[in-house]
Protein backbone atom coordinates (compact mmCIF):
# COMPACT_ATOMS: atom_id res chain seq x y z
CA UNK A 1 0.00 0.00 0.00
CA UNK A 2 1.41 3.33 -0.77
CA UNK A 3 1.57 6.59 1.47
CA UNK A 4 -1.09 7.78 -0.59
CA UNK A 5 -3.76 5.19 0.04
CA UNK A 6 -2.35 4.73 4.04
CA UNK A 7 -3.00 8.88 4.06
CA UNK A 8 -6.55 8.66 2.41
CA UNK A 9 -7.91 5.94 4.97
CA UNK A 10 -6.28 7.69 8.53
CA UNK A 11 -8.27 11.20 6.92
CA UNK A 12 -11.80 8.71 6.63
CA UNK A 13 -10.70 7.42 10.26
CA UNK A 14 -10.59 10.76 11.45
CA UNK A 15 -13.67 12.02 9.87
CA UNK A 16 -15.79 9.38 11.09
CA UNK A 17 -14.47 9.80 14.77
CA UNK A 18 -15.13 13.78 14.68
CA UNK A 19 -18.69 12.71 13.67
CA UNK A 20 -19.21 9.64 15.84
CA UNK A 21 -17.56 11.41 18.95
CA UNK A 22 -20.31 14.51 19.01
CA UNK A 23 -22.86 13.08 18.33
CA UNK A 24 -22.53 10.47 21.61
CA UNK A 25 -21.53 13.53 23.77
CA UNK A 26 -25.13 15.11 22.85
CA UNK A 27 -26.94 11.62 23.42
CA UNK A 28 -25.10 11.40 26.67
CA UNK A 29 -26.24 14.80 27.57
CA UNK A 30 -29.96 14.28 26.71
CA UNK A 31 -29.67 11.07 28.73
CA UNK A 32 -28.67 13.06 31.06
CA UNK A 33 -30.88 15.69 31.28
CA UNK A 34 -33.75 13.09 30.79
CA UNK A 35 -32.73 11.33 33.75
CA UNK A 36 -32.31 14.50 35.89
CA UNK A 37 -35.62 15.99 34.91
CA UNK A 38 -37.42 12.44 35.81
CA UNK A 39 -35.28 12.49 39.42
CA UNK A 40 -36.76 16.11 39.89
CA UNK A 41 -39.93 15.43 38.80
CA UNK A 42 -40.43 12.12 40.64
CA UNK A 43 -38.80 13.24 43.93
CA UNK A 44 -42.04 15.10 44.06
CA UNK A 45 -44.42 12.44 42.13
CA UNK A 46 -44.94 8.26 42.38
CA UNK A 47 -43.79 6.39 40.49
CA UNK A 48 -45.91 4.61 37.76
CA UNK A 49 -47.61 1.36 38.61
CA UNK A 50 -47.39 2.96 42.35
CA UNK A 51 -50.66 2.11 44.25
CA UNK A 52 -51.76 3.01 47.75
CA UNK A 53 -54.54 1.68 49.30
CA UNK A 54 -55.87 0.06 46.31
CA UNK A 55 -55.85 3.81 44.45
CA UNK A 56 -53.56 4.24 41.56
CA UNK A 57 -51.40 7.15 42.26
CA UNK A 58 -49.12 6.68 39.07
CA UNK A 59 -47.36 10.27 38.33
CA UNK A 60 -49.36 11.77 40.98
CA UNK A 61 -48.04 14.82 42.81
CA UNK A 62 -47.41 12.99 46.34
CA UNK A 63 -48.37 15.93 48.73
CA UNK A 64 -51.58 16.01 46.93
CA UNK A 65 -52.04 12.43 47.74
CA UNK A 66 -50.72 12.96 51.21
CA UNK A 67 -53.62 15.67 51.65
CA UNK A 68 -56.45 13.65 49.99
CA UNK A 69 -55.94 10.68 52.31
CA UNK A 70 -55.11 12.45 55.27
CA UNK A 71 -58.28 14.62 55.03
CA UNK A 72 -61.35 12.71 54.41
CA UNK A 73 -63.45 15.62 53.26
CA UNK A 74 -61.40 15.54 50.44
CA UNK A 75 -62.98 12.94 48.24
CA UNK A 76 -65.05 10.77 50.74
CA UNK A 77 -68.77 10.45 51.25
CA UNK A 78 -71.07 7.72 52.30
CA UNK A 79 -73.91 7.47 50.30
CA UNK A 80 -77.56 5.79 51.59
CA UNK A 81 -80.16 4.38 49.59
CA UNK A 82 -83.48 2.54 50.76
CA UNK A 83 -86.70 1.96 50.06
CA UNK A 84 -88.99 4.68 48.17
CA UNK A 85 -86.49 5.62 46.20
CA UNK A 86 -85.31 7.52 49.12
CA UNK A 87 -80.89 8.34 49.73
CA UNK A 88 -78.97 10.30 51.56
CA UNK A 89 -75.04 11.21 51.29
CA UNK A 90 -72.89 11.40 55.26
CA UNK A 91 -69.94 13.86 54.26
CA UNK A 92 -66.85 13.89 56.73
CA UNK A 93 -67.42 17.22 57.46
CA UNK A 94 -70.92 16.24 58.95
CA UNK A 95 -69.68 14.20 61.36
CA UNK A 96 -66.14 15.67 62.26
CA UNK A 97 -64.76 12.91 60.74
CA UNK A 98 -60.85 12.66 60.66
CA UNK A 99 -58.04 9.44 59.97
CA UNK A 100 -55.67 8.79 62.43
CA UNK A 101 -52.69 7.46 60.45
CA UNK A 102 -48.81 5.86 61.74
CA UNK A 103 -45.88 6.97 59.29
CA UNK A 104 -46.41 3.90 57.10
CA UNK A 105 -47.13 6.67 54.31
CA UNK A 106 -43.65 8.80 54.71
CA UNK A 107 -41.56 5.89 55.11
CA UNK A 108 -43.29 4.37 51.85
CA UNK A 109 -42.74 7.97 49.73
CA UNK A 110 -39.04 8.02 51.34
CA UNK A 111 -38.58 4.68 50.32
CA UNK A 112 -39.35 5.53 46.76
CA UNK A 113 -36.21 7.88 45.99
CA UNK A 114 -36.97 10.14 42.95
CA UNK A 115 -33.30 8.96 41.95
CA UNK A 116 -34.20 5.58 41.14
CA UNK A 117 -37.18 6.94 39.25
CA UNK A 118 -35.95 4.16 36.29
CA UNK A 119 -36.82 1.15 38.86
CA UNK A 120 -40.62 2.11 37.91
CA UNK A 121 -40.13 0.21 34.25
CA UNK A 122 -39.25 -2.95 36.17
CA UNK A 123 -41.05 -2.77 39.29
CA UNK A 124 -44.61 -2.02 40.48
CA UNK A 125 -44.99 -0.49 44.15
CA UNK A 126 -48.17 -0.89 46.80
CA UNK A 127 -48.44 0.35 50.13
CA UNK A 128 -51.33 -0.51 52.32
CA UNK A 129 -52.51 2.43 55.12
CA UNK A 130 -52.84 0.91 58.27
CA UNK A 131 -55.18 4.06 59.52
CA UNK A 132 -58.04 4.46 62.07
CA UNK A 133 -61.36 6.36 61.30
CA UNK A 134 -63.20 9.38 63.89
CA UNK A 135 -65.90 10.63 64.31
CA UNK A 136 -68.34 12.74 66.41
CA UNK A 137 -70.93 9.81 67.82
CA UNK A 138 -73.56 12.80 68.61
CA UNK A 139 -73.04 14.17 65.12
CA UNK A 140 -73.49 11.25 63.28
CA UNK A 141 -76.71 10.42 65.71
CA UNK A 142 -78.24 13.85 65.32
CA UNK A 143 -77.18 13.46 61.16
CA UNK A 144 -78.92 10.69 60.63
CA UNK A 145 -82.11 11.17 62.90
CA UNK A 146 -82.83 14.30 60.69
CA UNK A 147 -81.66 12.38 57.27
CA UNK A 148 -85.24 11.83 55.26
CA UNK A 149 -85.55 8.00 56.28
CA UNK A 150 -86.57 8.82 59.67
CA UNK A 151 -88.69 11.63 58.61
CA UNK A 152 -91.65 11.11 60.57
CA UNK A 153 -93.59 12.56 56.97
CA UNK A 154 -91.43 9.68 54.97
CA UNK A 155 -92.55 6.92 57.46
CA UNK A 156 -95.14 4.49 56.47
CA UNK A 157 -96.24 1.39 58.70
CA UNK A 158 -96.10 -2.42 57.01
CA UNK A 159 -99.14 -3.46 55.32
CA UNK A 160 -99.88 -7.36 55.22
CA UNK A 161 -101.68 -8.44 52.13
CA UNK A 162 -105.41 -9.21 51.95
CA UNK A 163 -108.39 -10.35 49.96
CA UNK A 164 -109.50 -7.53 47.99
CA UNK A 165 -113.43 -6.41 47.79
CA UNK A 166 -115.73 -8.47 45.70
CA UNK A 167 -115.42 -6.93 41.67
CA UNK A 168 -118.06 -8.50 39.54
CA UNK A 169 -117.47 -10.15 37.70
CA UNK A 170 -113.74 -10.55 38.46
CA UNK A 171 -114.23 -11.55 42.07
CA UNK A 172 -111.48 -10.95 44.45
CA UNK A 173 -107.96 -10.44 44.28
CA UNK A 174 -105.01 -10.20 46.68
CA UNK A 175 -103.92 -6.84 47.23
CA UNK A 176 -99.92 -6.84 47.12
CA UNK A 177 -98.20 -6.19 50.76
CA UNK A 178 -96.76 -2.91 51.64
CA UNK A 179 -93.49 -3.29 53.48
CA UNK A 180 -93.47 0.13 54.53
CA UNK A 181 -90.83 2.10 55.12
CA UNK A 182 -90.16 1.32 59.08
CA UNK A 183 -86.18 1.69 60.18
CA UNK A 184 -84.44 0.19 62.76
CA UNK A 185 -82.27 3.23 64.18
CA UNK A 186 -79.98 1.61 66.44
CA UNK A 187 -79.16 -1.26 63.43
CA UNK A 188 -78.86 1.57 61.10
CA UNK A 189 -76.89 3.77 62.93
CA UNK A 190 -74.35 0.34 63.51
CA UNK A 191 -74.38 -0.14 59.69
CA UNK A 192 -73.34 3.62 59.20
CA UNK A 193 -70.00 3.57 61.25
CA UNK A 194 -68.99 0.15 60.11
CA UNK A 195 -68.93 1.83 56.72
CA UNK A 196 -67.34 4.66 57.63
CA UNK A 197 -64.97 2.80 59.98
CA UNK A 198 -63.93 0.90 56.18
CA UNK A 199 -64.47 4.12 54.02
CA UNK A 200 -67.48 2.10 52.05
CA UNK A 201 -69.13 4.55 49.69
CA UNK A 202 -72.32 2.99 50.03
CA UNK A 203 -74.69 1.12 51.99
CA UNK A 204 -78.30 -0.25 50.64
CA UNK A 205 -81.02 -0.19 53.41
CA UNK A 206 -82.87 -2.25 51.17
CA UNK A 207 -80.42 -5.71 52.40
CA UNK A 208 -79.67 -6.93 55.45
CA UNK A 209 -83.02 -6.48 57.52
CA UNK A 210 -82.82 -2.88 58.27
CA UNK A 211 -86.55 -2.17 57.60
CA UNK A 212 -89.59 -3.82 59.27
CA UNK A 213 -91.99 -5.95 57.12
CA UNK A 214 -95.48 -7.06 56.31
CA UNK A 215 -96.20 -10.66 58.38
CA UNK A 216 -98.49 -11.91 55.02
CA UNK A 217 -97.07 -11.90 52.14
CA UNK A 218 -98.78 -12.44 48.63
CA UNK A 219 -97.75 -15.36 48.20
CA UNK A 220 -99.44 -16.54 51.77
CA UNK A 221 -100.46 -20.48 51.52
CA UNK A 222 -102.87 -19.69 53.83
CA UNK A 223 -104.41 -16.48 51.96
CA UNK A 224 -104.21 -17.94 48.26
CA UNK A 225 -106.08 -20.58 49.75
CA UNK A 226 -109.13 -18.17 51.07
CA UNK A 227 -108.58 -16.16 48.01
CA UNK A 228 -109.19 -19.61 45.91
CA UNK A 229 -112.37 -20.40 48.56
CA UNK A 230 -114.02 -17.03 47.96
CA UNK A 231 -113.48 -16.67 44.55
CA UNK A 232 -114.81 -20.30 44.67
CA UNK A 233 -118.37 -19.71 46.29
CA UNK A 234 -118.61 -16.01 45.13
CA UNK A 235 -118.55 -17.68 41.13
CA UNK A 236 -121.45 -19.18 42.17
CA UNK A 237 -124.20 -18.42 39.71
CA UNK A 238 -127.95 -20.06 40.16
CA UNK A 239 -131.28 -18.86 38.39
CA UNK A 240 -134.02 -19.85 39.61
CA UNK A 241 -137.52 -20.26 38.20
CA UNK A 242 -139.28 -19.71 41.28
CA UNK A 243 -142.91 -19.62 40.44
CA UNK A 244 -142.39 -18.69 37.01
CA UNK A 245 -139.89 -15.56 38.14
CA UNK A 246 -136.11 -15.29 37.55
CA UNK A 247 -134.21 -14.88 41.00
CA UNK A 248 -130.47 -15.01 40.02
CA UNK A 249 -128.14 -15.62 42.58
CA UNK A 250 -124.48 -14.74 41.93
CA UNK A 251 -121.28 -13.19 43.15
CA UNK A 252 -123.16 -9.68 44.21
CA UNK A 253 -125.26 -11.16 46.39
CA UNK A 254 -123.00 -13.72 47.54
CA UNK A 255 -119.96 -11.81 48.29
CA UNK A 256 -122.71 -9.92 50.79
CA UNK A 257 -123.16 -13.50 52.84
CA UNK A 258 -118.76 -13.34 53.04
CA UNK A 259 -116.59 -11.84 55.54
CA UNK A 260 -113.49 -12.31 55.15
CA UNK A 261 -110.71 -12.11 58.00
CA UNK A 262 -106.98 -12.99 57.06
CA UNK A 263 -106.58 -16.51 55.59
CA UNK A 264 -110.55 -17.07 56.86
CA UNK A 265 -113.74 -17.13 54.28
CA UNK A 266 -117.17 -17.55 56.76
CA UNK A 267 -120.50 -17.89 54.39
CA UNK A 268 -123.35 -16.53 56.40
CA UNK A 269 -125.61 -19.37 57.08
CA UNK A 270 -128.21 -17.23 58.91
CA UNK A 271 -128.39 -14.33 55.89
CA UNK A 272 -129.03 -17.27 53.36
CA UNK A 273 -131.31 -18.88 55.29
CA UNK A 274 -133.07 -15.38 55.53
CA UNK A 275 -132.82 -15.03 52.23
CA UNK A 276 -134.69 -18.11 51.05
CA UNK A 277 -137.30 -17.37 53.62
CA UNK A 278 -137.49 -14.03 51.85
CA UNK A 279 -138.20 -15.46 48.33
CA UNK A 280 -140.53 -18.08 49.69
CA UNK A 281 -142.74 -15.12 50.79
CA UNK A 282 -142.43 -13.52 48.00
CA UNK A 283 -143.23 -16.28 45.57
CA UNK A 284 -145.20 -18.97 47.83
CA UNK A 285 -149.12 -19.11 47.17
CA UNK A 286 -150.20 -21.88 49.40
CA UNK A 287 -152.90 -21.45 51.90
CA UNK A 288 -153.36 -17.90 50.76
CA UNK A 289 -156.60 -15.91 50.05
CA UNK A 290 -157.46 -15.67 46.56
CA UNK A 291 -160.60 -13.90 44.38
CA UNK A 292 -162.08 -16.53 42.53
CA UNK A 293 -164.41 -15.32 39.39
CA UNK A 294 -167.05 -18.52 39.38
CA UNK A 295 -168.69 -19.29 36.03
CA UNK A 296 -171.79 -17.26 36.84
CA UNK A 297 -169.73 -14.28 37.47
CA UNK A 298 -169.34 -13.88 41.15
CA UNK A 299 -166.59 -13.79 42.55
CA UNK A 300 -165.31 -15.26 46.06
CA UNK A 301 -162.72 -15.25 48.39
CA UNK A 302 -161.25 -18.33 49.33
CA UNK A 303 -158.42 -19.65 50.92
CA UNK A 304 -157.25 -23.87 51.18
CA UNK A 305 -154.38 -25.90 50.64
CA UNK A 306 -153.26 -25.20 47.12
CA UNK A 307 -150.81 -23.23 45.51
CA UNK A 308 -146.70 -23.00 45.29
CA UNK A 309 -145.29 -23.89 48.48
CA UNK A 310 -141.55 -23.98 49.14
CA UNK A 311 -139.18 -26.45 51.18
CA UNK A 312 -137.96 -23.67 53.03
CA UNK A 313 -135.23 -25.72 54.96
CA UNK A 314 -134.96 -28.25 52.10
CA UNK A 315 -134.01 -25.14 49.33
CA UNK A 316 -131.67 -23.57 52.27
CA UNK A 317 -129.70 -26.38 52.43
CA UNK A 318 -129.27 -27.13 48.60
CA UNK A 319 -128.53 -23.55 48.24
CA UNK A 320 -125.43 -23.34 50.86
CA UNK A 321 -123.95 -26.65 49.40
CA UNK A 322 -124.12 -25.05 45.79
CA UNK A 323 -122.37 -21.72 46.61
CA UNK A 324 -119.83 -23.81 48.30
CA UNK A 325 -118.96 -25.89 45.60
CA UNK A 326 -119.48 -23.39 43.39
CA UNK A 327 -122.09 -24.49 41.16
CA UNK A 328 -123.50 -22.54 37.82
CA UNK A 329 -126.54 -23.89 37.52
CA UNK A 330 -130.71 -22.73 36.49
CA UNK A 331 -133.13 -24.96 38.45
CA UNK A 332 -136.49 -24.32 40.50
CA UNK A 333 -136.29 -24.30 44.61
CA UNK A 334 -137.69 -27.39 45.94
CA UNK A 335 -140.98 -27.41 46.68
CA UNK A 336 -143.60 -29.27 48.95
CA UNK A 337 -146.77 -28.05 46.96
CA UNK A 338 -147.00 -26.94 43.49
CA UNK A 339 -149.49 -24.87 42.00
CA UNK A 340 -150.69 -25.72 38.64
CA UNK A 341 -149.99 -22.65 36.70
CA UNK A 342 -147.38 -20.26 37.88
CA UNK A 343 -148.17 -16.83 39.16
CA UNK A 344 -149.49 -15.14 42.35
CA UNK A 345 -152.10 -16.08 44.20
CA UNK A 346 -155.02 -16.69 41.81
CA UNK A 347 -153.44 -16.75 38.57
CA UNK A 348 -151.85 -19.96 40.15
CA UNK A 349 -154.62 -21.80 39.35
CA UNK A 350 -154.64 -21.29 35.92
CA UNK A 351 -157.53 -22.43 33.08
CA UNK A 352 -157.45 -25.60 34.00
CA UNK A 353 -159.27 -26.28 37.18
CA UNK A 354 -162.40 -28.44 38.51
CA UNK A 355 -165.30 -25.54 39.85
CA UNK A 356 -167.57 -27.07 42.86
CA UNK A 357 -170.19 -24.66 43.12
CA UNK A 358 -171.83 -26.17 46.42
CA UNK A 359 -175.13 -23.65 46.63
CA UNK A 360 -176.17 -24.60 43.22
CA UNK A 361 -174.96 -28.79 43.47
CA UNK A 362 -173.26 -28.04 40.36
CA UNK A 363 -169.66 -28.66 38.97
CA UNK A 364 -167.78 -27.82 35.88
CA UNK A 365 -164.79 -29.22 34.23
CA UNK A 366 -162.63 -26.23 32.52
CA UNK A 367 -159.58 -27.62 30.48
CA UNK A 368 -157.35 -24.47 28.84
CA UNK A 369 -160.15 -22.24 29.31
CA UNK A 370 -163.06 -24.63 28.09
CA UNK A 371 -165.60 -25.73 29.63
CA UNK A 372 -165.48 -29.89 29.19
CA UNK A 373 -168.05 -30.82 31.22
CA UNK A 374 -170.82 -29.88 33.77
CA UNK A 375 -172.56 -31.81 35.90
CA UNK A 376 -175.27 -32.01 39.25
CA UNK A 377 -173.79 -33.34 42.43
CA UNK A 378 -173.94 -34.60 45.62
CA UNK A 379 -172.03 -32.62 48.27
CA UNK A 380 -171.65 -33.23 52.42
CA UNK A 381 -174.75 -33.79 54.61
CA UNK A 382 -175.55 -30.39 56.15
CA UNK A 383 -177.67 -31.91 58.60
CA UNK A 384 -175.03 -34.39 59.78
CA UNK A 385 -172.52 -31.76 60.24
CA UNK A 386 -170.51 -33.32 56.95
CA UNK A 387 -170.90 -29.85 55.05
CA UNK A 388 -167.85 -30.08 52.28
CA UNK A 389 -165.72 -27.12 53.29
CA UNK A 390 -165.36 -24.45 50.60
CA UNK A 391 -161.62 -23.44 49.21
CA UNK A 392 -159.05 -23.88 46.67
CA UNK A 393 -157.23 -27.12 46.90
CA UNK A 394 -154.78 -29.12 44.21
CA UNK A 395 -155.90 -33.17 43.45
CA UNK A 396 -153.57 -35.60 45.92
CA UNK A 397 -153.83 -38.18 43.91
CA UNK A 398 -156.26 -40.30 41.91
CA UNK A 399 -156.90 -43.85 41.61
CA UNK A 400 -159.41 -46.47 39.70
CA UNK A 401 -161.62 -48.72 41.74
CA UNK A 402 -161.16 -47.50 45.00
CA UNK A 403 -162.58 -49.00 48.42
CA UNK A 404 -163.76 -46.17 50.41
CA UNK A 405 -163.98 -46.85 54.28
CA UNK A 406 -165.38 -44.88 57.13
CA UNK A 407 -166.63 -44.82 60.36
CA UNK A 408 -170.05 -46.94 59.46
CA UNK A 409 -169.35 -47.38 55.82
CA UNK A 410 -167.32 -49.59 53.51
CA UNK A 411 -168.07 -48.21 49.75
CA UNK A 412 -166.30 -49.80 46.71
CA UNK A 413 -165.62 -46.93 44.03
CA UNK A 414 -164.69 -47.13 40.14
CA UNK A 415 -162.85 -43.28 40.06
CA UNK A 416 -161.28 -42.03 43.42
CA UNK A 417 -160.29 -38.51 43.41
CA UNK A 418 -159.43 -37.12 46.92
CA UNK A 419 -158.12 -33.49 46.66
CA UNK A 420 -158.83 -32.28 50.57
CA UNK A 421 -157.31 -35.00 53.04
CA UNK A 422 -160.30 -37.59 52.81
CA UNK A 423 -162.65 -35.61 50.52
CA UNK A 424 -163.00 -36.21 47.01
CA UNK A 425 -165.14 -36.65 43.99
CA UNK A 426 -165.96 -40.17 43.04
CA UNK A 427 -168.92 -41.93 41.16
CA UNK A 428 -172.02 -43.28 43.17
CA UNK A 429 -173.67 -45.38 41.53
CA UNK A 430 -176.32 -45.79 44.21
CA UNK A 431 -177.80 -42.31 43.63
CA UNK A 432 -180.77 -42.06 41.24
CA UNK A 433 -180.61 -38.07 41.54
CA UNK A 434 -177.92 -34.96 42.12
CA UNK A 435 -178.41 -31.95 42.22
CA UNK A 436 -180.95 -30.09 44.18
CA UNK A 437 -181.31 -30.00 47.75
CA UNK A 438 -180.28 -33.85 48.34
CA UNK A 439 -177.18 -32.70 50.40
CA UNK A 440 -179.59 -31.15 53.07
CA UNK A 441 -180.46 -34.21 54.25
CA UNK A 442 -179.07 -36.77 52.13
CA UNK A 443 -175.57 -35.86 51.47
CA UNK A 444 -172.32 -37.61 51.70
CA UNK A 445 -169.49 -37.90 54.44
CA UNK A 446 -168.41 -34.53 52.60
CA UNK A 447 -167.17 -36.20 49.25
CA UNK A 448 -168.37 -34.94 46.08
CA UNK A 449 -170.53 -37.69 44.82
CA UNK A 450 -170.92 -38.11 40.88
CA UNK A 451 -172.68 -39.58 38.36
CA UNK A 452 -170.37 -42.05 36.83
CA UNK A 453 -170.57 -41.22 33.74
CA UNK A 454 -169.17 -37.81 34.47
CA UNK A 455 -166.45 -38.61 37.40
CA UNK A 456 -165.07 -40.99 34.23
CA UNK A 457 -164.59 -37.90 32.09
CA UNK A 458 -163.02 -36.23 35.22
CA UNK A 459 -160.79 -39.04 35.86
CA UNK A 460 -159.50 -38.61 32.35
CA UNK A 461 -158.27 -35.06 32.14
CA UNK A 462 -157.17 -34.27 35.87
CA UNK A 463 -153.56 -35.39 37.71
CA UNK A 464 -151.75 -34.72 40.93
CA UNK A 465 -152.34 -31.11 41.61
CA UNK A 466 -154.80 -30.30 39.50
CA UNK A 467 -156.95 -26.90 40.74
CA UNK A 468 -160.44 -27.82 42.71
CA UNK A 469 -162.22 -25.02 43.35
CA UNK A 470 -164.95 -24.93 45.92
CA UNK A 471 -167.22 -21.93 46.79
CA UNK A 472 -170.60 -21.83 48.72
Known amino acids: MNRNEIREQQEKRGGLLRRVIPAAVIAAGALALIYLAGSFFFAGHYFWRTSINGTDVSFRSREQVREELLNPEIYYELAITGRDEMSDALTPAELGMSYVFDDTLDRFSADMSGWAWPEMFFSSFACELPRAVTYEDDALDKRLRESPFFAPENIRRPRDAEISEYEYPAGYSIIPEDPGTVLDFEKVKAAVEEALKELVESLDLREGGFYSDAEVKSDDPGLNRALEKANR ?176 YTTPVKYWMPFNGNIGMHDASWRKEFGGDVYQTNGSHGCINLPEEAAETIYGYVEKGFPVVCYD
Open 233 to 408: YAGTEIIYRWNGEEEVIDGRLISTWLTIEGDEVNLDEEAVREYVNGLAKKHDTFGRERDFTATDGTVHRLKGSYGWWTDRAGETEALLSGIKNGERVEKEPLYFSRGYAEGPAGEDIGSSYVEIDLGRQHLYLYIDGKKILESDLVSGNVSRGYATPPGVFGLTYKERNATLTGEN
